[in-house]
């Protein structure tokens, strides 16, 4: 067991606590095995009733995955990079699946791998702390984590917007969008907690007798132009949408969209258009595995965390530099099918 998750049961209530502070709890390979242990354990005690997830100090819910560890990986031989994949993406399958009510406290910052573990839960409780975003474009990687099936399943075109520009959302917009069930100030949490763990058979009315009106929503105020301008699966043809637009804010999303990695963006709204289409969120990430594989190998991971996590110059020399250089061949040789025995799969415990 790894210091870096706290786990324990409370009156019926498994408690799944990430711990790495420091880090903005951001998930490593053996945080996502204690989960899983934690969660195939709980699915046959009667005796648990329900799953809370948080996080213990610090100003984060979770920032993603231990992204450093993943591009020295990618450096080498990619074999520990592909075991955090691996791990990863059957605990978000198994969140996704799992038949008993988890409730997730996204307060504080929710980025990448935090998305992958909350965007499951049932409940899901932002706070005026929560700052929600896919910001893998910056670094070169892609929306994993179930990204492929949750953004495309959100209003309009809020998913491709949020997956292309890696914009950051608070709380409010969470509520609005529909990616938290409720919303409340941070100055509650424990004493909602204390309620829950008191009553877990009174989960679902104690945390609407306990939600607030959220603030108004940023994302509300520019949702028209959201799904005028990005209504394109073809990057060449948003950047045109943004370029005739003028507004300002649509030149905000230029200037943001210049400093992302033209791979990523095609692979996002790629991404989007097939896991709209998938009925099953194992295939959803059988997917996103195969890109995994085939991205980190890509000159544009190694050098999005070079300029963004280690150097910190944040001016990313990304391989194609344009749009037009990132091929449809170059696209789809990054979704291709791996050898059988080297496919994702979701845990023995779940194939029926």
């Not at 988890?102 to 932002?126: E, K, L, W």
């Not at 975003?133 to 070169?140: H, L, N, R, V």
């Not at 394109?232 to 230029?254: P, V, Y």
Request: charged share 25%; glycine share 8%.
């Amino acid at each position: 067991m790894t210091d870096q998750v706290l786990i324990s049961v409370d009156n019926g209530v498994g408690r799944i606590r990430l711990n790495r502070p420091k880090a903005i709890h951001a998930l490593t390979t053996e945080m996502c095995g204690a989960i899983i242990d934690a969660l195939l354990a709980w699915r046959e005690d009667e005796s648990v009733v329900a799953v809370m997830l948080d996080h213990a100090e610090g100003r984060g819910f979770c920032a993603g995955g231990d992204i450093a560890m993943i591009a020295d990986s990618a450096r080498g031989d990619c074999s520990e990079a592909e075991q955090f994949f691996f791990t990863e993406y059957r605990m978000n399958h198994l969140l996704f699946v799992y038949a008993k009510p988890i409730i997730a406290f996204i307060d504080g910052i929710v980025m990448g791998g935090g998305v992958g573990i909350s965007d499951p839960a049932r409940y899901r409780v932002a706070t005026e702390r929560t700052t929600y975003a896919m910001p893998e474009t910056g670094i070169g990687l892609f929306p994993d984590v179930g990204g492929g099936w949750f953004l495309p399943r959100m209003p309009g075109r809020t998913g491709a917007w949020l997956a292309t520009t890696g914009a950051r959302i608070k709380g409010a917009d969470c509520a609005a969008i529909g990616i938290a069930t409720h919303y409340m100030a941070s100055d509650k949490l424990d004493a909602v907690k204390a309620r829950i763990i008191a009553d877990p058979d009174g989960l679902a009315e104690i945390l609407d007798e306990m939600a607030d009106t959220p603030p108004p929503s940023a994302w509300q105020a520019h949702r028209e132009e959201i799904d005028r301008l990005f209504a394109s699966d073809r990057f060449e043809d948003i950047l045109a949408a943004l370029e005739a637009d003028g507004s300002d804010w649509a030149r905000e999303q230029l200037a943001t969209l210049a400093t992302k990695s033209p791979q990523t963006i095609k692979v996002a709204l790629r991404q989007m258009v097939e896991g709209a289409a998938f009925t099953d969120f194992a295939d959803n990430m059988r997917n996103e595995y195969r890109i995994g594989h085939h991205v980190i190998r890509r000159p544009d991971f190694v050098e999005g965390v070079r300029a963004v996590i280690f150097d910190k110059d944040n001016a990313p020399r990304w391989n194609p530099a344009r749009p037009e250089d990132v091929t449809d061949e170059l696209v789809d040789s990054l979704f291709a099918p791996l050898p059988p025995e080297r496919e994702w799969t979701p845990l023995p415990e779940l194939r029926g």
